[in-house]
Each structure stands twice: as structure tokens, then as C-alpha cells.
């Protein structure tokens, strides 16, 4: 079974920088892509960004122009480099990767953003 392990959640204050880390304990077979969703208290989780084996990126409008999410060659690790954090983007932030075979998550870390 595939694990992922996340890193680099802090509190920070607002228009601070943080960068996560994902890294899998191993191989994806039929890695298709990589993410970061996040959750806030009371609302549903959400989609931050997300990288695909081409190369091709997604961001949310929320943290586009703000976030950039990176990948290791190998396709084992996903990155989220965040600037300009607002208090908004606190939330736990959870690592995804999508295979051809299943889906996997990561257990999640905390990002808060003080005002």
C-alpha cells in the first residue's frame, strides 16, 4: 500500500511563505497525478491544485498567481510553494495522487495564516 507523507505546515503570518511537501513511500504504478486539496473548518474539502504527468498544472482561482505546485522527476513527490498567504488559506492541507489502479491520500497537515 501506498502512503503519502506530508510536510512543511507551520503558522505563518499573513503574506508569509510556506512550501509542502508530499513525498509516496513508493512508486505509483499509472501515476496519472498529483495534488493538494485542503479543508477548512465547517466547509468541504477542496481542490488546491493539482500536476499531471504531462506537466500540465490546475490551480484553484482562490491561489492561482500565489501558489505553484512542482513535482520531482520521478513523479514520487508533489510540491506547493505558497506566497502571499492569506488568513483564508488556512485549512488542512492533504496530499492526493491518482493512479490508474486507485487513489491515494495523504493524512493531512495544518497551515494557519494569521492576520
Known amino acids: 500500500q501506498v502512503q503519502l507523507v506530508e510536510s512543511g505546515g507551520d503558522l505563518v503570518q499573513a503574506g508569509g511563505s510556506l512550501r509542502l511537501s508530499c513525498a509516496a513511500s513508493?512508486?505509483?504504478?499509472?501515476?496519472?497525478?498529483m495534488g493538494w486539496y485542503r479543508q477548512a473548518p465547517d466547509k468541504q474539502r477542496e481542490l488546491v491544485a493539482a500536476?499531471?504527468?504531462?506537466?500540465?498544472?490546475k490551480y484553484d482561482d482562490s491561489v492561482a498567481g500565489r501558489f505553484a505546485i512542482s513535482r520531482d522527476k520521478a513523479f514520487n513527490s508533489v510540491y506547493l510553494q505558497m506566497n502571499s498567504l492569506k488568513p483564508e488559506d488556512t485549512a488542512v492541507y492533504y496530499c492526493?495522487?491518482?493512479?490508474?489502479?486507485?487513489?491515494?491520500w495523504g493524512q493531512g497537515i495544518q497551515v494557519t495564516v494569521s492576520s
Open positions: 500536476i499531471y504527468s504531462s506537466g500540465s498544472t
Open positions: 513508493r512508486s505509483i504504478v499509472g501515476i496519472r497525478a
Open positions: 492526493k495522487a491518482w493512479s490508474s489502479w486507485s487513489d491515494y
